[in-house]
């Protein structure tokens, strides 16, 4: 290294810091937090209104998929550490600031949750399943008989899931695409759409589908909302966050972005759930596919650009 | 029982697609397409099957660059539309459902060879005139364009010539 | 002022975008007006339906009537609109292939994506089968290569190989049509009707 030769700081390798480091892994990861938030937060809710019997596939069936999301999605996470055998001083190093160590301890709370609550219906669905220990038993009969006490933090923690896949973000205010905290509600809105688009492609129920379908018309309607006003607040910021926006208007995301998420993954979605409403014959796996690859790609896309937008130039 | 009132008016259907012709025109410069997303597939497929062989062909050479995926075209998203589009109205109309079209005096063995035998010479065919029935005589007819002619009078000509061979196929 | 993207009015990394939204409604038309089903579509070539005539004929009619006006009107540049290039020989031998194949098959490219995406096998086979002609075209390019490029007379226009003003020539055009309109109209009636619908319910 010449350091006579610098005209500018800039010049020295690495002062600048790196700032596209996360691959596959983090989109995958968010994916699957915020499928798994949307299913335990409205297979929480209907047994808490006490409508198991007319919502099977939502209280039943769908969280069924929860654990082994939550498995494959703190999998990526593990993935994408630099080092992987570190990963336990998450839990050991507190710190209320790190939105990392949150995640690591809502996921720490939620994962066992969603364990039980599949183990209090798993004798419905393999009826010849034997708990083998008698204290297993009792407690699987004590989590039959109170339910609800079960719903109310799992409904709560979905939502602290829900929020944190686009908290995780936005922590990172290097990066001002994601500085904007509409990315926590938007994620969460977003997997909770992802969540109930899974359970409709599970349901056989016309009315729960039904009931489902409407519920995700307002989340697309909301989630077409926060993306509008991510988009504007970006426009009404700094020169920095107008060039973020760009990204989407007119760059190198414009395509995938409005090509996949809005017209593929939320408008064309929304039509085919309204037709539906209105007793047209529409194929849900189509609808629920289209929810869920929209989901997904949104997410890439926002960990991709992301980490494309800086403040320094 | 007649449901043939469920389809537009063709007279309707014809206007609302020169419509869509002119706009798209107007926009982009050039008219609508079907076959070349077709090629896109094969070009992309061949690229990675066999991406040496790709880049030696003087053919699939031709629609790849370094820096753009050959799935990056525009007629392979008008396709994905066309999908989306013709799946709405299928859906509006009631006639999603699986089958095999046939006239009563040909098996569905023999319609899936026929369409076989057709969607390969449409393969063909499509790569020689560069378009097919939308990109190359639709388009090019709206544009005026001599090939767009020339195209779609071979296409039709030669089905009304081979019309009488394959009846009992359709009636 | 138009075409719009290649003129920059529309930043271009729009098009694609607007690909797929003009994908939709031409999908939408296309289906809405019965070319989903091969069977009504081969009734242009035995006369007991001519919907592809007057869905064609009237599309492209419109569009060409509405292009040369935009012209007229200084809102389009014909300069930048994508002018077919004419191959002679090529158009014709593909032009040839390519009505066996309609009349085998049933469906063009755009229509066999109609037809699949509403659940037809046939066409779901049909626009399988089209990738494989595309790939012995392309792997036998290197032999068919100097007919492929041979007889080239340059992206020209029909009115003026012929020798007339574009006006001119559509008038003949829309005269032709509305003749073709009127005389398959009767043939239709006279022409024993079959019944292809059942098959959908």
Redesign the interface.
């Known amino acids: 290294m010449k350091e006579e030769l610098f005209i500018s700081g800039r010049e020295i390798p690495n002062i600048d810091p790196y700032l596209h480091i996360w691959h596959w892994q983090i989109p995958i990861y968010l994916f699957l937090g915020g499928l798994a938030a949307g299913i335990l937060f409205f297979a929480g809710l209907y047994t808490i209104l006490g409508k198991e019997k007319e919502m099977q596939a939502t209280v039943k069936w769908a969280p069924f998929i929860v654990p082994f999301a939550l498995v494959l999605g703190l999998f990526m996470l593990f993935l994408d550490l630099k080092h992987k055998l570190y990963f336990w001083q998450l839990y050991t190093t507190i710190r209320l600031e790190s939105p990392m160590g949150w995640g690591a301890w809502v996921l720490m709370i939620i994962t066992p949750i969603s364990l039980v609550w599949c183990a209090s219906y798993i004798r419905e669905v393999f009826p010849k399943w034997d708990w083998k220990f008698e204290f297993l038993r009792k407690f699987e009969l004590w989590v039959i008989d109170n339910r609800k006490i079960v719903a109310w933090p799992m409904v709560i923690y979905a939502v602290i899931l829900g929020i944190y896949t686009g908290i995780l973000l936005s922590a990172f205010n290097a990066r001002p695409l994601w500085n904007t905290a509409i990315l926590g509600p938007l994620f969460l809105v977003s997997g909770m759409s992802t969540g109930v688009a899974t359970i409709m492609w599970i349901s056989k129920s016309h009315e729960e589908r039904k009931i489902l379908g409407r519920i995700d018309l307002l989340l697309i309607a909301i989630e077409l909302f926060f993306i509008t006003h991510m988009i504007m607040g970006a426009l009404a910021g700094s020169q920095v966050m107008i060039q973020a926006a760009q990204l989407f208007l007119g760059g190198e995301f414009t395509v995938s972005f409005w090509a996949f998420v809005i017209v593929l993954g939320l408008i064309f979605p929304a039509i085919l759930e309204i037709l539906e409403l209105y007793g047209y014959k529409i194929p849900i796996a189509i609808t629920s596919f289209l929810i869920l690859l929209g989901g997904l790609i949104f997410r890439f896309i926002m960990v991709e650009a992301g980490q494309l937008t800086r403040y320094l130039y | 029982m007649d449901n043939s009132k469920k389809y537009w008016n063709p007279y309707f259907g014809g206007v609302m697609l020169g419509l869509l012709l002119l706009l798209t025109m107007f926009i982009t410069g050039r008219g609508l397409g079907a076959s070349g997303a077709a090629k896109s597939t094969v070009v992309t497929a061949v690229d990675v099957v066999a991406p040496a062989h790709a880049e030696k062909s003087a053919y699939y050479s031709k629609f790849l660059s370094d820096d753009k995926n050959p799935m990056n075209e525009w007629l392979v998203f008008e396709v994905i539309g066309i999908l989306a589009g013709a799946l709405l109205s299928g859906a509006l109309s009631g006639r999603l459902k699986f089958v095999v079209e046939h006239s009563p005096k040909i098996t569905s063995k023999t319609r899936l060879i026929m369409a076989a035998l057709g969607g390969l010479a449409f393969g063909l065919g499509s790569q020689f005139a560069r378009g097919c029935t939308s990109g190359a005589a639709l388009s090019g007819m709206a544009t005026l364009a001599l090939a767009g002619f020339i195209t779609m009078m071979a296409i039709f000509g030669t089905a009304y010539v081979f019309a009488y061979f394959f009846r009992k196929f359709w009636i | 002022m138009?075409?719009?993207?290649?003129l920059n009015v529309?930043?271009p990394?729009?098009?694609?975008?607007?690909?797929?939204?003009?994908?939709?409604?031409?999908?939408?038309?296309?289906?809405?007006?019965?070319f989903?089903?091969?069977?009504?579509l081969?009734?242009v070539?035995?006369g007991?339906d001519?919907?592809v005539l007057?869905?064609?004929?009237?599309?492209?009619?419109?569009?060409?009537v509405?292009?040369?006006y935009?012209e007229y009107l200084g809102?389009?540049d014909m300069s930048?609109?994508?002018?077919?290039?004419?191959?002679?020989s090529?158009?014709?031998?593909?032009?040839?292939?390519?009505?066996?194949?309609?009349?085998?098959?049933?469906?063009?490219?755009?229509?066999?994506?109609?037809?699949?995406?509403?659940?037809?096998?046939?066409?779901i086979?049909?626009?399988?089968?089209?990738?494989?002609?595309?790939?012995?075209?392309?792997?036998f390019?290197?032999l068919?290569?100097s007919f492929?490029n041979a007889n080239f007379?340059g992206?020209?226009?029909?009115?003026?190989?012929l020798g007339m003003t574009?006006g001119w020539?559509?008038l003949i055009l829309i005269v032709i049509a509305l003749g073709a309109f009127y005389v398959t109209s009767i043939i239709q009636e006279k022409v024993k009707k079959?019944d292809?619908?059942i098959?959908?319910?």
């Open positions: 138009g075409p719009l993207i290649p529309i930043d990394s729009w098009n694609n975008v607007i690909a797929l939204i003009v994908g939709i409604a031409f999908g939408f038309i296309l289906e809405s007006s019965g989903s089903s091969s069977r009504k081969a009734g070539f035995y007991y001519f919907v007057k869905v064609f004929f009237t599309a492209a009619i419109t569009a060409a509405g292009l040369y935009f809102w389009v930048f609109v994508y002018i077919n290039p004419t191959y002679v090529s158009a014709i031998v593909g032009g040839v292939i390519m009505g066996l194949g309609f009349i085998m098959g049933g469906y063009c490219p755009g229509t066999s994506y109609c037809a699949a995406a509403i659940g037809k096998i046939d066409a086979v049909f626009s399988t089968a089209m990738l494989v002609g595309i790939l012995i075209f392309s792997e390019y290197p068919l290569e492929y007379i992206n020209i226009t029909v009115f003026e190989t574009a020539f559509l079959v292809y619908y098959l959908l319910k």
